[in-house]
């Protein structure tokens, strides 16, 4: 079975501090996504990494940015957070190029910013 | 833009009674996904599609998808409390990068 896991499942920080969510996939995917999940919204793409090193800016980026430094892992950063970044944040990933869009996700972390 | 619009939003029942979550959008999507998601935990896949007009079943769920590929719907047969959760719908292109979500719909099962 794939298995996708997040750092934590609930995190509370203040304002203006910076944030960091790991999220690392076992199935050697090439593709790792980052979504949050608001009542109504549905899930929102932040940003997205279709390799090592790659990365590319999804529906919602700002405020937020990411690092892939190997392919099994793909952090969130949240530089000075604020409190409209308080979500659920989601981790997913998926196969590669020729993938048909089946993607498999953490449990999700519950962030609250006070 | 694209948009995925499901309906109903929010679905309660008794348990044995049948339901349908429609998915629709406007666009053409390579594969349309329908995943599951409990209170506090992540989506979980439940079934893929990719045909226009393809019908596959998992179990007492049956999903389908539009001949156009622009729509899909799942269909629930003597719903149970274990089908309590949201259900989700996701179009994607080809390669899965760009995957839209529908918002959702919330479903009850009551015993």
């Known amino acids: 079975d794939v298995k996708v896991t997040q750092s934590s499942r609930y995190l509370v920080k203040r304002t203006g501090e910076k944030v960091f969510l790991e999220c690392v996939q076992d199935m050697d995917h090439e593709n790792m996504f980052w979504y949050r999940q608001d009542p109504g919204l549905g899930l929102r793409l932040i940003y997205f990494?279709?390799?090592?090193?790659?990365?590319e800016k999804g529906d919602i980026p700002e405020g937020y940015s990411v690092s892939r430094e190997k392919k099994e892992r793909f952090s969130l950063i949240l530089e000075s957070a604020s409190t409209n970044q308080t979500s659920m944040y989601l981790c997913a990933s998926s196969w590669g190029p020729l993938s048909p869009g089946e993607q498999f996700f953490g449990p999700g972390t519950r962030l609250t910013v006070l | 833009t694209q948009l995925l619009e499901q309906s109903p939003q929010f679905l309660s029942i008794q348990e044995g009674e049948n339901l349908t979550v429609y998915c629709n959008s406007s666009s053409v999507f390579s594969s349309l996904q329908w995943y599951r998601q409990e209170p506090g935990e992540g989506p979980v896949l439940l079934v893929t599609v990719v045909t226009g007009g393809e019908v596959k079943k998992l179990k007492r769920l049956t999903f389908q998808f539009g001949d156009a590929r622009k729509d899909s719907s799942l269909h629930i047969t003597a719903a149970q409390p274990g089908d309590t959760g949201l259900y989700l719908c996701?179009?994607?292109?080809?390669?899965?990068?760009?995957?839209?979500f529908g918002a959702g719909t919330r479903l009850f099962v009551k015993a």
């Open positions: 990494s279709y390799d090592v090193k790659m990365k």
């Open positions: 996701a179009g994607a292109d080809t390669g899965g990068f760009k995957t839209i």
